[in-house]
């Protein structure tokens, strides 16, 4: 028991910060840093949302720290890390998770629109790993999390600016792997790819498609991608972690029948990414916070808890170096299963369910 409840309060004095804190996937990161014991700093710009984060990172039995910005703007991200560590000390885990969205065809985003999205999801990593690496190099100790997606590796129409975001990431967090190799340091950078997950992004994000978006199945609950997110912190030496048998099989997929893979999504992507009910004129948060003065608390979760699974049995079977091998037997089955039967997979069940 007292080696369960050690690891359960890992980050027990540790100061975490978390971009994109307020909602989604950053808030349920938050929160359970916040369970491990860990001093939170919750970096986002909405301060309703923040509020809301922050209660539960103390309820949960952590210290919370609210610091509104914009990751798009680095002085604010610089101005940010002064205030944490000012009030809670040196960072020891940067987790960047801000991002934002737009579902339309490329040629229905505009430029400005584009660049804002590329600000954000891209640029606001890279802000976040200066102001990271700026203060863990010269300690000699440090981890960044950077909060991927399996777009990453593939890509799917309707979201040109995401995929192309999310696929910078990549490229940026490898390059500066090797800085961090060449320099024989100890602080670590490393990434989590996410599949599909249940956030409010799909009811707060710029659409421009004919029916309401919605993420591709299987779909995850965002307490799987934190859990993982964890793991990675704990354990940053992995280059990657991949979440979902789903994120795995994309990969492996992508690498092995491109082409195939293709002609797949281009055939059941645009459907896949839409509901059945029409689109509405509705506010997004592109620009500004929907939960900022006058909005409300949006939480964790989207609005598909009904088929989104809680936990993911390829993830948790992937953190043992052991399993590795049979973990990866897993994906590839999944992704001949994927591309071998079109008809079947469409609309793959979530797993675990």
């Known amino acids: 028991m007292r080696t369960v409840r050690r690891h359960l309060r890992s980050f027990e004095g540790r100061t975490v910060v978390v971009t994109g804190a307020s909602a989604g996937v950053g808030r349920a990161t938050a929160r359970a840093f916040g369970a491990s014991g860990a001093r939170v700093a919750l970096l986002a710009r909405g301060r309703v949302g923040l509020e809301a984060a922050a209660a539960e990172v103390e309820r949960a039995g952590g210290t919370a720290l609210i610091v509104p910005v914009d990751m798009a703007v680095p002085a604010q991200v610089e101005a940010a890390a002064d205030q944490v560590e000012s009030r809670l000390g040196p960072v020891d885990v940067?987790?960047?998770?801000?991002?934002?969205?737009?579902f339309a065809p490329f040629l229905a985003t505009r430029p400005d629109e584009y660049e804002r999205l590329t600000a954000v999801t891209y640029l606001g990593c890279v802000n976040g790993t200066r102001a990271a690496l700026r203060r863990m190099l010269p300690r000699g100790y440090?981890?960044?999390?950077?909060?991927g997606s399996a777009l990453s590796e593939?890509?799917?129409?309707?979201?040109?600016?995401?995929?192309?975001?999310?696929?910078?990431?990549?490229?940026?967090t490898a390059s500066v792997r090797l800085e961090l190799l060449h320099l024989h340091s100890r602080v670590a950078v490393t990434v989590v790819q996410l599949p599909a997950v249940n956030t409010p992004q799909f009811t707060w994000a710029l659409s421009r498609l004919p029916r309401r978006p919605r993420p591709v199945p299987p779909v995850y609950q965002p307490e799987v991608a934190a859990r993982a997110v964890l793991h990675a912190a704990r354990h940053p030496r992995r280059r990657e972690y991949r979440v979902g048998a789903a994120t795995a099989a994309a990969v492996l997929a992508?690498?092995?029948?491109?082409?195939?893979?293709?002609?797949?999504l281009a055939r059941t992507g645009y459907d896949a990414q839409q509901t059945h009910v029409a689109s509405a004129a509705a506010p997004h948060n592109l620009w500004f916070p929907l939960d900022g003065a006058g909005g409300r608390d949006h939480g964790a979760h989207g609005s598909f808890d009904d088929e989104a699974a809680a936990h993911s049995p390829y993830t948790a079977l992937a953190r043992h170096p052991a399993a590795v091998g049979a973990a990866a037997g897993t994906s590839a089955f999944v992704a001949r299963a994927l591309l071998g039967r079109p008809g079947a997979a469409r609309r793959p069940r979530a797993e675990g369910r």
């Open 142 to 147: 440090g981890t960044v999390v950077q909060v």
């Open 154 to 172: 593939m890509s799917v129409p309707l979201q040109a600016a995401y995929c192309g975001a999310k696929h910078a990431v990549n490229g940026f």
């Open 94 to 102: 940067w987790v960047n998770a801000a991002f934002t969205s737009v």
């Open 254 to 264: 992508h690498r092995a029948a491109p082409g195939l893979l293709d002609r797949y």
